[in-house]
Every structure is written in C-alpha cells, then in structure tokens.
C-alpha cells in the first residue's frame, strides 16, 4: 500500500526556472490538497481539489497552479520560482475533507537559489 | 481574524508522565477537529477525529476533549514514552458549507527517559 506518493523528494530550482511537483494516490480518495509548510508558519494550503475535475484556491495560491489530472493524480506547478517559494511541500488525500482523516506524503523539499 | 493557536514553546516531560497539548481557536465554528503526530523530515500522520458534539474521544493511551464553550481542545497522551517525542498538530474544519482542513502551527512534544 503506497497511499500518498511524492515526487521528487529534494528540488533545487534557481530563480524564475518552473517545475511540476507530482502527487498520486492509491487510496480513491475523493478530495486532494496541496500545503506548504514553512518554519513558524506551519502547514498552509496553496490549493485543493474537492473532487475529480475540480480546483478551488487555498489560502496561498499566489505563484502557483494545479491540475487534477484524474482520480489519482494532484500536480503542483511553480512557473516561475521564486526564493520565497523555498518551503517543504506535502500532497495530501481524504475521502471527505475535514470528516475524514487526510493521508499525506512524505514532502518535497525544494529550495530556490 | 481566525486564528489556531498551539502552544509555540516545546513541552518537556518525564518518561511515565501524561503530556497535554492545548488548541485554542478563535473566530472559528469548527463541525471537526482532528490531531495530527509529524515526526522531523515526515508528512503528518493522522490521531483522533473529534466531532463538535462529542466532549472526549480516546483512542489507547490518547484522549482527545472538545470543549466548544471554551473553544478549546485538549489532547492528552497518558504514560508517556520518549517514542512519543514529535510535533502535534491540531486541524479543524469548519461547520460551513464547504471548506477545508486548516492546521495550526503544531506543539514540539519531548519526553526524556
């Protein structure tokens, strides 16, 4: 059972280069989230989608976009990077958001020089 | 403005002893409110569910209270044990039509022999 698969697991971006951070599931979860978490700031969603087919914004989505490819798979991508995006990113899946536990993964840790 | 509040500053206990860890939330009508353990370098892992109606939830050595008057939750990890060492993370989801899980910054546990 592989639940929550990030990838890639360290990233080091220089400034203004993109890249796609890719989650899956195996768990046919419903809802699936993206959150960044920063030292002192805790765990802060950047955007979630409630169910196959659909985006909705977090609480901070500047300077990124998603794509819930099916089902399965939650893509975030950063088009242009920026330092300020340096942060340890977690995917995250539930079957019902906030009534059902969330799953997450083991994080992506990316740095932007 | 709405705010989660967890204790910033570590808790340091004797192995045996029983840890509690406070949320506070303020500006929030929570219908859930869930608990999480992250240990360093890992994604968050999920404890106990409570609902707003329930006043205790126990679940082997932990217990989680809800106390919507004081808006206040209580989680307790009794007999403690340095395994037990990690950050937890208190994360409510509103009573509101439909919205997300929102972390607060979490509480360092550390239980010595």
């Known amino acids: 059972n592989a639940g929550v698969t990030q990838t890639p697991k360290f990233q080091v971006l220089k400034t203004g280069q993109s890249m796609t951070l890719q989650c899956a599931q195996d768990m046919n979860h419903n809802s699936m989230y993206w959150y960044r978490q920063d030292p002192g700031m805790g765990l802060r969603l950047i955007y979630y989608s409630a169910s196959e087919g659909t985006t909705d914004k977090g609480e901070v989505p500047n300077g990124y976009n998603v794509s819930r490819l099916n089902k399965r798979e939650f893509s975030l991508r950063l088009e242009s990077a920026a330092p300020s995006q340096t942060s340890v990113y977690f995917c995250?899946?539930?079957?019902?958001?906030?009534?059902?536990?969330?799953?997450f993964g083991q994080g992506t840790r990316l740095t932007v020089v | 403005s709405q705010k989660i509040e967890q204790n910033s500053e570590a808790l340091n206990i004797q192995e045996g002893k029983t840890a509690t860890l406070t949320c506070n939330y303020t500006?929030?009508?929570?219908?859930?409110l869930q608990w999480y353990r992250q240990d360093p370098g890992r994604g968050p892992v999920f404890l106990l569910l409570?609902?707003?109606?329930?006043k205790e939830k126990r679940k082997e050595r932990l217990k989680v209270t809800f106390d919507t008057t004081l808006k206040q939750s209580l989680f307790h990890i009794t007999a403690s044990q340095p395994a037990d060492s990690a950050t937890y993370l208190c994360a409510l989801k509103e009573n509101s039509g439909y919205s997300t899980l929102t972390f607060g910054k979490g509480t360092m546990l550390l239980v010595s022999p």
């Open positions: 500006n929030y009508s929570p219908a859930y």
């Open positions: 409570i609902r707003e109606n329930e």
């Open positions: 995250a899946s539930a079957t019902f958001t906030g009534v059902t536990e969330a799953f």
